[in-house]
């Protein structure tokens, strides 16, 4: 399986724009980039997939490289509730990184 | 409404006392998966069923096993819990199986004594 390789820790203010990068140089070209998060005593949640276009949707952004090796997630304005740990995962492999711990300071 | 219901939220039990753990949807999905989770660390995938067929990750213990009755409802059974087993149980579901997007419970955090 394709490997990720994304940031221990973010830190954001609140009401500002964050970009969650993921690496993964060794992605496949069937490979979908999916983003789950976990918020504190929770369980995970979905929160954006992609392939080889950018996506939108109610909840973030997903910019993706041309040569797909690396994704942005981008959260357009930051709450205290998008404190989580973001979760990058390639393919079908359904196997959770140690993913990025956003913090989100008022 | 809650969509992936597992219950108990904690459970409790003795080293080496069988223990199961259950799960249910009200998706009508047709694939179950079961996480471990153990303290500051990423969610690891036990097995899943894609319907009634199981599908078992290479690396998961025998100690651990699971059974799926009927679409709604899946267990899993830990035969002789380890203080090393002690972790939260996620329980996810999603449409069909390598589906993007999996719906995941709350989780049932288990204290091995």
């Known amino acids: 399986d394709a490997k990720t390789t994304q940031p221990n820790s973010m830190e954001s203010n609140e009401e500002e724009p964050v970009h969650l990068p993921c690496n993964h140089s060794?992605?496949?070209?069937?490979?979908?980039i999916h983003w789950y998060r976990q918020l504190p005593s929770q369980g995970p949640e979905y929160v954006i997939h992609?392939?080889?276009s950018n996506v939108n949707n109610r909840m973030a952004s997903l910019a993706i490289a041309e040569d797909r090796k690396s994704s942005t997630l981008i959260l357009h304005r930051a709450t205290l509730r998008d404190a989580a740990v973001y979760y990058c995962?390639?393919?079908?492999?359904?196997?959770f990184g140690k993913g990025t711990s956003l913090l989100v300071t008022p | 409404d809650a969509m992936v219901i597992q219950n108990p939220r904690y459970q409790v039990t003795q080293f080496g006392k069988p223990v199961t753990l259950s799960c249910s949807q009200t998706?009508?999905?047709?694939?179950m998966y079961w996480y471990q989770q153990k303290s500051s660390q990423a969610p690891k995938l036990l097995f899943h069923?894609?319907?009634?067929?199981?599908?078992n990750e290479a690396d998961t213990p025998d100690n651990f096993q699971s059974r799926r009755p009927n679409t709604s409802f899946c267990f899993l059974d830990i035969r002789s819990p380890g203080l090393g087993d002690a972790a939260m149980y996620l329980c996810?579901?999603?449409?069909?199986?390598?589906?993007?997007?999996?719906?995941f419970g709350p989780g049932t955090r288990l204290t091995v004594t």
């Open positions: 996810a579901t999603s449409r069909e199986a390598r589906s993007y997007e999996q719906y």
């Open positions: 069923y894609y319907d009634k067929d199981f599908n």
């Open positions: 995962i390639l393919g079908y492999a359904l196997n």
């Open positions: 998706l009508n999905h047709n694939v």
């Open positions: 060794t992605i496949s070209g069937t490979d979908y």
């Open positions: 992609g392939l080889t």
